[in-house]
């Protein structure tokens, strides 16, 4: 029996997790389930699945789950606190941590996974693009397993020979195709862009998940993210890895090697695919999903991006040959610019107006320590809001002169 613990249990990829495990209950034992502020469905997980932790890292939300459940759950320990995050991700119950906590916020307790030698299941890309370096030492030094998450690097590690090192390219690797959806707006005229709504933005033509990455999805800056996550988790140079625009989001990456073949991994997008390879690696299990029908498909298209409407790849790519703390800064100030795009406080083109005001001030700079990542992620949050206010305020005079 394997302890599983899942970070962000009440999100969409926690949630798939759970789907996956309640398939196996032969193998996998649910330890531990944490969130931010979502009392209501972690007692319903509680009361389901009767793991030995439940945590919010909100403390007023970890009071209203202590209440909710009262004496319905005696054999699960409440905890409250970011800190007690990683507590659970080094409980010595846990063998296999999901980190699916969205953005910077999931760091800590994915970096905690990593030192205690965990199995470590990372959708919480967020915490690589941060502090890829120091993630990945930190598995080397502890002897944690190290397994991709998101579809397309889950898609790349699957088409990889065995025995890879995190952040080491295997002999004979050429490029690395990673594929894109195109996120709701693929085909829409540049200048209609200024206009498109948050609803339209979370409604995501393949995938269901949550906000934040679907709006990434939407600005490709999911895409930039994971381009810089690539050269991390596999240890390419920017100019080895190309992304297609796939609008099928069935063959979710390639791998090119020297001698001109393509191993690519395809499946129906649904996450339980990577998740039940991930938690059952190197063997394989059942994940609920349904099988391909290529038949049905029928065909597979490829494009190239266009950054000139997405310009948030861009971005993220010139970030990416920077290295050093300019992926910190990127992620940072796009946090802060999608939800201020999904509290109607930027339009759509404002977030990448926004990421690269922030990005060009930059903070440059090499990563020597966590505390690095820290003050370079707290000052573009700064610098990204004061941004944003002064937006907000010309948009205000502009009205009041209209
Ligand atoms: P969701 O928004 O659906 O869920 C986010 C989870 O994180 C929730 O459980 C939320 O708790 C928790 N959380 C948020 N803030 C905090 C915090 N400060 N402390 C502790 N927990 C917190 O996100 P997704 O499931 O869509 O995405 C999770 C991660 O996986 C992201 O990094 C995303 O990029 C990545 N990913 C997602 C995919 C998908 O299909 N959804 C695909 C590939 C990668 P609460 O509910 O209480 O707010």
């Not at 054999?75 to 606190?81: K, S």
């Not at 996974?113 to 470590?120: E, H, S, V, Y």
């Not at 080397?140 to 952040?167: M, W, Y």
Request: with cysteine; net charge neutral; charged share 20%.
């Amino acid at each position: 029996m394997i302890g599983v613990a899942v970070l962000g249990s009440t999100g969409s990829v926690g949630e798939s997790t759970l789907d996956v495990l309640a398939r196996h209950p032969d193998r996998f034992r649910l330890v531990a389930i944490a969130a931010n502020t979502n009392a209501a469905k972690l007692a319903q997980q509680v009361l389901a699945w009767h793991p030995a932790y439940a945590a919010l890292a909100d403390e007023r939300a970890a009071r209203e789950l202590r209440q909710l459940l009262g004496r319905a759950a005696p054999q699960t320990r409440v905890l409250a606190g970011s800190e007690a995050l990683e507590e659970i991700a080094q409980a010595a119950e846990v063998q296999c941590v999901m980190a699916a906590i969205v953005g910077a916020a999931g760091l800590r307790s994915t970096l905690a996974a990593a030192r205690a030698g965990k199995r470590l299941l990372l959708a919480n890309k967020e915490a690589l693009v941060m502090a890829g370096p120091l993630l990945i030492a930190a598995v080397k030094r502890s002897g944690a397993t190290l397994l991709p998450i998101d579809s397309e690097h889950n898609a790349i590690f699957q088409c990889l020979p065995p025995g890879v090192t995190p952040g080491v390219a295997p002999p004979g690797l050429k490029r690395l195709l990673l594929t894109a959806s195109g996120g709701p707006f693929r085909d829409l005229p540049g200048e209609a862009l200024a206009a498109v709504t948050p609803e339209a933005a979370l409604a995501h033509p393949n995938w269901v998940m949550g906000r934040k990455i679907s709006v990434d999805s939407a600005t490709l800056m999911n895409k930039g993210l994971e381009f810089i996550e690539a050269c991390l988790l596999f240890g390419v140079t920017p100019a080895q890895v190309q992304i297609l625009v796939h609008p099928q989001s069935i063959v979710h990456s390639l791998v090119e090697y020297l001698d001109g073949s393509v191993l690519a991994q395809l499946s129906a997008p649904d996450m339980r695919t990577p998740i039940a390879h991930a938690l059952a690696w190197p063997e394989r299990i059942s994940s609920g999903v349904e099988f391909l029908d290529l038949l049905k498909a029928g065909r597979l298209d490829f494009r190239a991006p266009d950054t000139t409407r997405f310009p948030c790849l861009a971005l993220a790519q010139a970030a990416a040959r920077a290295g050093g703390l300019d992926p910190v800064v990127l992620n940072a100030a796009n946090e802060v610019a999608v939800q201020a795009f999904l509290e109607r406080r930027l339009n759509f083109p404002g977030i990448a107006a926004v990421i690269e005001a922030v990005v060009q001030r930059g903070s440059g700079g090499a990563i020597g320590a966590l505390e690095d990542v820290l003050a370079a992620d707290a000052e573009s949050r700064v610098r990204a809001r004061e941004r944003i206010d002064g937006i907000t305020r010309s948009a205000a005079v502009r009205d009041a002169h209209a």
